[in-house]
């Protein structure tokens, strides 16, 4: 495999890229211009990699992607989306703060994307964990199968207590209670989209109304507390998310009134978007889908609020 990236004006994020694939098998090419980073795309027979900047996206056509196209970002996504050229196959979307991108989302990402390629590492990636590959406090992962509400209330119960634990909030600084309503928010919408919009027995029913599911059509939540940050996972059997359908619903102006949005699987992905740091959906077409979402835990809501939100979508259909 090969990472091809054109990132001419910073240096140092193509070395914290050639970084991440160390070990990895993956050859490292950074590009100068455009037209090397063509060369490169077209005159090799190895599976891509491609990485690139906002300001370069726009004088690559179709064309010149031949793999999956991380961009890195200083623009809010939802408005990067809307500005996105006709064609284009980003699909990878990392936030940069300060000039530089997060560690954890970055290693998370490329983890994921070497995967099909490494036989060792087969099956479903680990998002949770390899998210974590910087921390020196490594938490175990968490877990609840749902397929009635009475577990999807426990499931909740038991998030909200991981979060609230003395044990998992060793500074008095860090709002536990303002994440752990802001994790149960986002998992509880998740799993209603899962339920009631993923499963196609179940669509046409009303969020929230009283279900059981048969054990092959369960819903998983998964979550992971460390000191900075909190993962959480939910994913489905049914593997029918496609990136157009993530576009639409992460729309600037979806959550404006739109009383059809509000009942539909948009609210709990825009939900899951805005009251995050970084959301990666990765889609096994027909089998399975996860959506996975990070929060870092800052110490104020300004602070919060402010750090640029990142967006990965893997596999799937176009």
Not at 141 to 149: H, P
Not at 176 to 203: C, G, H, T
């Amino acid at each position: 495999m090969k990472l091809v990236a054109l990132l001419p004006q910073n240096l140092a994020l193509c070395e914290t890229l050639r970084r991440q694939v160390e070990g990895h098998m993956v050859t490292f090419v950074a590009c100068a211009d455009v037209e090397a980073f063509r060369r490169e795309a077209h005159e090799t027979l190895e599976p891509l990699l491609l990485f690139t900047e906002e300001t370069e996206l726009q004088a690559l056509t179709e064309r010149d992607v031949h793999g999956p196209l991380a961009v890195f970002v200083t623009t809010a996504v939802p408005e990067f989306l809307g500005a996105l050229p006709s064609g284009t196959h980003a699909r990878h979307f990392l936030a940069l703060r300060n000039g530089k991108p997060d560690e954890n989302e970055l290693a998370a990402l490329v983890r994921r994307l070497v995967r099909p390629l490494v036989p060792a590492m087969a099956g479903p990636h680990d998002w949770l964990h390899a998210y974590g590959a910087f921390s020196s406090n490594v938490t175990p992962t968490l877990e609840q199968r749902v397929t009635s509400l009475e577990e999807k209330a426990l499931a909740l119960s038991r998030l909200r207590e991981t979060v609230l634990s003395p044990a998992a909030t060793p500074s008095k600084d860090v709002r536990a209670s303002e994440y752990a309503r802001k994790a149960v928010e986002i998992v509880d919408e998740l799993i209603l989209n899962a339920v009631f919009a993923a499963n196609p027995r179940m669509q046409g029913l009303r969020r929230g109304h009283p279900f059981v599911l048969p054990h092959e059509e369960a819903v998983v939540v998964k979550w992971r507390r460390e000191d900075n940050f909190l993962g959480l996972s939910v994913s489905d059997p049914f593997g029918g998310l496609r990136f157009p359908t993530l576009l639409s619903h992460l729309n600037a102006g979806a959550l404006k009134g739109d009383v059809a949005f509000k009942a539909s699987a948009g609210l709990g992905l825009r939900m899951a978007f805005d009251r995050s740091h970084a959301l990666f959906v990765d889609v096994d077409t027909g089998t399975r889908t996860e959506v996975v979402a990070f929060l870092h835990l800052e110490k104020t809501s300004r602070e919060f609020d402010k750090r640029l939100r990142s967006l990965s979508f893997c596999g799937g259909e176009a």
